[in-house]
C-alpha cells in the first residue's frame, strides 16, 4: 500500500533553472533555432519533390535526414520552450515514456540513415558503373524501412527496460528531458545492467558506425584523388565533405555523451552537449546541404521562382 502512494506518477526537470536571469534570453534564442530547423529542413523536402532532377537515391535519403530532424527536434524543443515560461517543469509519467520513445526512435534513426547515406555516396564514386542497379528505387525504399524498423525496435525495447523498473523515490530529473541515463539514476532498484546495455548498445548504434563512416570516406577520398576531371573531384568533394560535416557534427556529440565516463560534476556538460545535438546539431543540416550543394541551391532558385509567378497571376 505504502508503494502505491509513493508511486512517481510526474517527473520534474530542473533543466535550466540555475540560470533564471537567462530564461528569457535561452527561449528566444531556442525558438529561433527551433524555427530555422523547421524552415530549413521542409524547403529541403520540398525543393527535392518538387524538382525531377533531385529523384536520386542521395535527395530520397536526404528527405528522409531532414524529416527525423524535424521530428527530431520536435520530440523535446517545444517543452523545452513552454519549461523557460513557466515556474513547474513537470512531465507525466506517461508524457516521460513517450518523450523518450520517439527520442530514441529518430536519435538511433538518424544514427542508422547516416551510415546509409555514407553507403550510398560510396556506391556511387566508388562503383559508378554499377551504382543504378545497387541503389535502384526498391533497395533505397527497403533501406529506409530497415533506418525507422531498427529505431523503433531498439526505442521499443529500451523503453520497456527502464520503465519496467520501479520508481518510488525522488522524481527530479537533472536534465531537461527524459533522455535514458538521467531518468535510470531515479529508479528505485540497481541498474547497472540497465546501463552496461545502454553503452553496449551507444557501442553499436554510435561509435562502430561512425568508425565503418570514417574507413568508408577514407576509401572515398583516395578514389575522388584518382579522377582525371577536376569537375568531378570537386563535385564529389563538394557532396561527401556535406555528409562527413553531418557526420562529424551528430556523431562526435552523442559519442562524447554517451561513451565518456560519467562524474559527478559532469551534469552541467551533459546539459551542454545533449542541447547542442538536440537543438543546434539539426541546424547546420539545412546550412550545409543547401549552401554547399548547387543543385539544392538551384531547385531552390526555381521553386522561389514558380511560387512568385503564381502569387503575380
Not at 509513493?6 to 528566444?28: A, H, M, N, P, Y
Not at 563512416?213 to 557532396?239: C, D, P, W
Not at 560534476?265 to 546539459?271: I, L, Q, Y
Amino acid at each position: 500500500m505504502e508503494e502505491n502512494l509513493t508511486k512517481v506518477t510526474e517527473f520534474i526537470f530542473l533543466g535550466f533553472s540555475d540560470l533564471q536571469r537567462l530564461q528569457l534570453l535561452l527561449f528566444v534564442f531556442v525558438l529561433l533555432i527551433y524555427l530555422i530547423i523547421l524552415i530549413g529542413n521542409s524547403l529541403i523536402i520540398a525543393v527535392t519533390v518538387a524538382d525531377i532532377k533531385l529523384h536520386t537515391p542521395m535527395y530520397f535519403f536526404l528527405r528522409n535526414l531532414s524529416a527525423l530532424e524535424i521530428c527530431y527536434t520536435t520530440v523535446t524543443v517545444p517543452k523545452i520552450l513552454s519549461d523557460f515560461l513557466s515556474e513547474r517543469h513537470t512531465i507525466s509519467f506517461l508524457g516521460c515514456v513517450a518523450q523518450m520513445y520517439f527520442f530514441i526512435l529518430f536519435g538511433v534513426s538518424e544514427c542508422c540513415l547516416l551510415v546509409v547515406m555514407c553507403y550510398d555516396r560510396y556506391a556511387a564514386i566508388c562503383n559508378p558503373m554499377r551504382y543504378p542497379l545497387i541503389m535502384n528505387r526498391k533497395v533505397c525504399a527497403r533501406m529506409a524501412a530497415v533506418v525507422w524498423t531498427v529505431g523503433n525496435v531498439v526505442a521499443c525495447e529500451q523503453v520497456a527496460a527502464i520503465f519496467s523498473l520501479p520508481f518510488h523515490g525522488s522524481n527530479v530529473i537533472n536534465h531537461f528531458f527524459c533522455d535514458v541515463l538521467p531518468v535510470l539514476r531515479l529508479a528505485s532498484t540497481e541498474t547497472s545492467l540497465n546501463e552496461l546495455i545502454t553503452t553496449m548498445l551507444s557501442v553499436v548504434l554510435i561509435l562502430i558506425p561512425f568508425l565503418l563512416i570514417i574507413a568508408s570516406y577514407i576509401r572515398i577520398m583516395s578514389t575522388v584523388l584518382k579522377m582525371h576531371s577536376a569537375e568531378g573531384r570537386h563535385k564529389a568533394f563538394s557532396t561527401c565533405s556535406s555528409h562527413l560535416i553531418s557526420v562529424t557534427l551528430f556523431y562526435g556529440s552523442t559519442l562524447v555523451t554517451y561513451l565518456r565516463p560519467s562524474s559527478e560534476g559532469s551534469t552541467n556538460t551533459d546539459r551542454a552537449l545533449s542541447l547542442f545535438y538536440t537543438v543546434v546539431t539539426p541546424t547546420f543540416n539545412p546550412i550545409i546541404y543547401s549552401l554547399r550543394n548547387k543543385e539544392v541551391k538551384t531547385a531552390l532558385k526555381k521553386l522561389v521562382g514558380r511560387s512568385i509567378g503564381l502569387q503575380v497571376s
